[in-house]
């Protein structure tokens, strides 16, 4: 079973940047594909971005395409969300989270996640 702990999430006014880390402990990480949900206040939890597990394919929601690129680093056991150009409606909880699909673009798709780190995007 693989863990997970994200970190980066802040305050930042819109236009700005973000980078968000996780870390995964655990064995195999490296044979997962792995991604990043996200959560608003009164809202379901939504696929924000994927990559598989050689950093091979990628996949985003269209709000995030051109603004947010997801990378890995199978050596650190780590992923990343770097968040450009954030707009106010970014604003939610993060969450990372692992899938044990081949190509995972839903939220359904991912079974397991950390406990989430906040990002606040102010107008």
């Known amino acids: 079973q693989v863990q997970l702990v994200e970190s980066g999430g802040g305050l930042v006014h819109a236009g700005g940047s973000l980078r968000l880390s996780c870390v995964a402990s655990g064995r195999a990480f490296s044979a997962y594909t792995m991604g990043w949900l996200r959560q608003a206040p009164g809202k379901e939890r939504e696929f924000v971005a994927s990559?598989?597990?050689?950093?091979?394919?990628?996949h985003y929601t269209d709000s995030a395409k051109g603004r947010f690129t997801i990378s890995r680093d199978n050596a650190k056991n780590t992923v990343y969300l770097q968040m450009n150009s954030l707009k106010p409606e970014d604003t939610a909880v993060y969450y990372c989270a692992v899938s044990s699909l081949i190509v995972a673009a839903e939220s359904a798709d991912f079974g397991s996640w950390g406990q989430g780190t906040q990002v606040t995007v102010s107008s």
């Open positions: 990559i598989s597990w050689n950093g091979g394919t990628t």
